[in-house]
């Protein structure tokens, strides 16, 4: 039992250390039609940024599109952004989380598509990578 008037001190815990953010990709081998990039947290799968340039890839009902996937629940999110615009995030869903963002572009065109972890204000992005519509 305390006493009245008593004071008890907890300490914060130590603010903690960015994580460590690694990213892998694989691609279509003829011409950047497809593009997955898988992003890990401290050495754990997160989750993975995607271009569906067709119908049909990575499950995708449209062409054009750029698709993010939270798999781990570790308070990041996924954010695929293509061209700088169009942005496809789980910022503030919990996981499992997809989202899509598609639109029309002129067939055979060029993009470019960058994927991060996001938190907070808190972002680590990865190489951006040339896509192809």
Known sequence: MFAAGALVAVAAPPASAAPNVTFTSRADPLDMGWAEIVMYINGDRAGTGQWAGDPGDFGSSTGDTIIARD???????????????????????????TDRASGNLPEGSRHDMQVCVVKGSYSACGTVYGVKA
């Open 71 to 97: 798999s781990a629940s570790d308070g990041y999110g996924i954010q695929v952004t293509l061209d700088g615009s169009r942005v496809a995030t789980t910022r503030g869903h919990n996981a499992p989380y």
